[in-house]
Each structure stands twice: as C-alpha cells, then as structure tokens.
C-alpha cells in the first residue's frame, strides 16, 4: 500500500493527518539549510507531526521495519545510496558512537536515569541515541541482515552462555563462570 502525502515547495514529504483543528495558534522553527524559519500559524496538516509519528508508531512504539524503510526512502530521495556502503556506514556509525560517548566523558559514573541532568542534555543525548540507531538500521538493510532477527538470536546466544543460576549477581564472562560450572546432564545422565 503507498502512504499518500504532499510535498512542499522545497520538496519536504508533508504527511496529512486527520482528526486535527484546520488552524491553531503554535510556534516552532523550522530549519532548512541554514535558513531559520518562525512559524506562528499553520494548518493541520503541519500542524500534527507528533500526532503523525504516533500513528506511524502505533500503540508499541517505533518497529525496527519503519525505521528501515524510513530510512531506504531518505536516502532514496536525495539519491545517497551510491554512498550507502557498509564501509561508509559503519565508519558513520563509528563516528556517532563517539559522538555519543563525549556527552559522558569527564562526568564519571552517571546514575540510572541521569539525575541532575538538564532539559538539552537528555535531548542532546537522545539525539545522539538516534544517530546511532538510524545508522545501525541503515547498515543492516544494507547488509541484507534482519536486525530484529538477529538481536532475538542473540539473546538466546547469551542466554545460553549466561545462565541464569551460573551469571545472577556477577559480571564475570562466560568464559569465567563456565569454568567453574559443575557440568550439565541430561535426564539420562549425559
């Protein structure tokens, strides 16, 4: 099925959303290039993007296929697959993830659910979140993998290097606590 929307003057995907007022009084910048832009009356359909992605989103959240399929068409429209290679998009990847680790270089430990950090940090930081993401979902369609797939058949991997009554409470490796695991027999004794 094709998703309908409209394009504005600039090209932009504008996507129509229902069930919004026809004009409503919000302002928000819009950025494009390096031109800013203040907007103070828009009409709806404009006017709803949240509304828009929570319907993109579904009740569950985002899916690892929208994303993918986000991204094909993002790069499809600005003609950036010739440069979509795994190399380049894992050295992109790469780059983000250092990105993402300067926000906590020199803070030290940092808590469960950042305490005392600001508004822009946690912004910034799910930014930065989002770079990564993107790019790992990217290199995975790229790569002909399935993410979602693959992760699944991680956790299982784990799990089985990392039963519960060998790892609970320890962050050794595998390699450490199996080592002293006493070994494991089936109902037949094997």
Not at 167 to 188: C, E, F, L, M, Y
Request: charged share 30%; with cysteine; glycine share 8%.
């Amino acid at each position: 099925m094709t998703e309908k929307y409209v394009k504005d003057d600039e090209g932009n995907r504008v996507f129509p959303v229902t069930g919004c007022p026809p004009y409503t009084i919000i302002f928000f910048t819009v950025y494009s290039g390096e031109r800013e832009t203040h907007i103070a009356s828009v009409p709806k359909f404009l006017l709803c993007w949240r509304k828009r992605e929570r319907e993109i989103m579904g009740e569950n959240g985002v899916t690892l296929e929208e994303l993918k399929k986000r991204m094909a068409e993002f790069a499809s429209e600005r003609d950036w697959d010739q440069f979509h290679s795994p190399r380049n998009l894992l050295l992109a990847l790469v780059g983000e993830v250092g990105e993402l680790s300067e926000i906590f270089q020199w803070r030290g430990e940092v808590a469960r659910g950042l305490p005392g950090w600001k508004a822009e940090d946690r912004q910034h930081l799910g930014e930065e979140l989002s770079d990564v993401l993107l790019y790992l979902v990217r290199l995975s369609d790229v790569c002909g993998v399935d993410l979602g797939e693959a992760a699944l058949r991680k956790l299982q991997l784990n799990a089985n290097k990392y039963p519960v009554h060998l790892s609970k409470g320890t962050s050794r490796k595998h390699t450490q606590i199996n080592a002293h695991a006493p070994a494991v027999v089936d109902s037949n004794g094997d």
